[in-house]
Structures are given as C-alpha cells and as structure tokens.
C-alpha cells in the first residue's frame, strides 16, 4: 500500500492505504449533456472547453484502473422521463438562462437530462465495461438517492479518486457527502472540469482549507504515478 506524497495538504490518503484493495475511480457525470454541443451545459451557455479538454487524461486514468484492477464506478445525472423526481424549482432554475431551456426541454440530443436520451449517455470516449457500475442520480451528489455507497461498501472501497464534471457542483457534492460518510477523497484538480474556470479553482481550494476538509487534491501526473506502482506492493 501507498501514498501520494506531494497531494495537498495532506498525503493521501491518510493511512497510506492507496492500493486497488481499496480504492475506486469514480468517473463523474461525463455525458454528453455536459461535454457535446447541444447538450444541457452549451444550452445553458457556457463553454465545453473545460469539460472536454479532461477527457484525455480521464482516459488514462481509467485504463491504468482498468490494467491494475481497481473499482470503477460511474455517475451519471439525470431524471425519470415524467420528471416526476424533478423538483419545481430546479426545473424552473435549469430555465434561469438565456435560451430559457432547462431539464426536460428537448434540445439536439433528445431531452435535456433526461434518462434515456442521447444527451444522458456517457461519453463514447469513456464508455462503461460489464462490470464497471453506473450510478444514476436524480440530483448533484451520487449518494442522494441512489445506491452509490451500497456498492462502495461490497467492494470494499475506502478511497475515492474523483475526477469529471463539474468540479464547483456534482464534483464537489460527491465529495462532500463521501468525507461526511467516512471516505478519503483525492480531487484530481486537473481532470475535473467547471463551467467557470474561477469556479473550478475556488472549488479546488475548498477541499484544501482547515487541513483538508473534504480530502486532498492532487494533480494527474501524481495520482497516474502512484496507480502505477509495482504490483507487489499490492500485496504488503
């Protein structure tokens, strides 16, 4: 078992316990609602810039858990087709933008976050194995009415290395309800994304303050070179 010496402000994890025994890549909501042109984030109006360049370094990240066979586990956002576990003001919120489109509303790729559409798919670039979960969630945290935690517990998973999208929102509500459950976080800042880049930066601080409230964070490079470790360190 490991840790990345140079994560901050603390080496993560805690205990040294870095090791595929015990630690899951959660992949977090890259759909292309929030990563392709026409999906829910461009309606909003914003740039998919900082969405999509993470893509490449997720890729690594997720085939190096996929050689050394760590836990994967994928989140998607997204509500029921009759919307009926959408609440009235975060439907009237997703509408507070310029094109007054929000969840439900059909854009290019079906309806905006909604299960089933085209805009609700992960990504063709990180598509799911058999045997790699996805969690579907209603909302911004993946423990909010899902069965994220269930699966973690089965596995055996105590550490959580996050990347995806958005780092200010799904990102940062994953991440907050994990410590609140027991969990070592690391926020791989270079592969998580926001709509604003000061967003993603303020968030990334966040984590950091007070020692570490809500985890470490840690870059791509670190967190690449520590799942790469010798395979029998895994057995110490």
Partial sequence: MTQIATSQPYAWPHDSSFSPLTTALVIIDMQND?????????????????????IPKIITLLGLARHYSYP???????????LSDLPARERARSRNNP???????????????????????????????PGEPVVDKPGKSAFTYTDFELLLKVAGVRNLVIVGVTTDVCVHSTMREAADRGYDCVLVEDACGASVPELHQAAVEMVRTEGGIF???????????????????WGE
């Fill in 34 to 54: 929030f990563c392709t042109p026409g999906g829910y984030l461009s309606s909003q109006g914003y740039s998919l810039t900082p969405t999509t360049t993470i």
């Fill in 99 to 129: 094109s007054q489109l929000g969840i439900g509303d059909t854009g290019p790729m079906g309806r905006l976050l909604v299960r089933g559409e085209e805009g609700h798919a992960i990504i063709d670039e990180l598509q799911p194995r």
């Fill in 72 to 82: 994967i586990f994928y989140t998607r956002e997204g509500h029921r087709p009759d």
């Fill in 215 to 233: 985890g470490a964070t840690a870059r791509f490079e670190e967190v690449m070179e520590a799942m790469m470790g010798p395979a029998e360190k």
